[in-house]
């Protein structure tokens, strides 16, 4: 059966209870502040006016997003290949989704806010000590914020060096998009990405 409505929804799953009720906050406080702190790695989601949609990983060094207050964190626009997916959708729609992750931690901080893409010297100062400094900044203003629990990441075993593949036995990149453009040209062999990608980190 398709699930059509939110009654058929909720007859099916039934409602939150307890802390998974309770545990939305307005805003950030000293445990959330400490994940971010700690987080080298995020998904940023948004969408367009049009409802194309868009999940872009984002990453540095820990604690990469600065928190202002506890209604503002900044998120740097790294250096990248110019497609501009995600921030278009923010200068579209103003709303965005996040998702903080912390290697071998399997719980995730979760954020969800409105935002805009800023050029102010005020945000942009936050950064001047990355090698390639953002041209423009996300600035979110955080709604809701939440701890999500760690069964996705135990039922993928994510952090567990066991269910790691054999990077070789995996296309490169470069094959991949050979592949997928019907390229005639040589893939690039994963030295040679790696090695450019280092230019722009």
Partial sequence: MKIKNEAQLRE???YPSGRAKNKVLKSL???AVNFIENSPFLVISTSSTDGKMDASPRGGNSGFVKVIDEQTIVIPDAKGNNRVDSISNIVETGRVGILFLIPGVDETLR???SAYLSTDDTYLKLFTEELNPP???VIISVEETFLHCAKAFMRSKLWD????IDRDSFPTMGQML???LRSEDEPETR???VKRYKKDL
């Fill in 29 to 31: 406080e000293k445990h």
């Fill in 178 to 180: 050979k592949d997928q």
């Fill in 191 to 193: 030295e040679a990405m």
């Fill in 111 to 113: 954020i969800n806010g």
């Fill in 12 to 14: 099916l799953y039934g």
């Fill in 135 to 137: 041209k423009a900044c």
């Fill in 161 to 164: 060096a066991s269910s790691q």
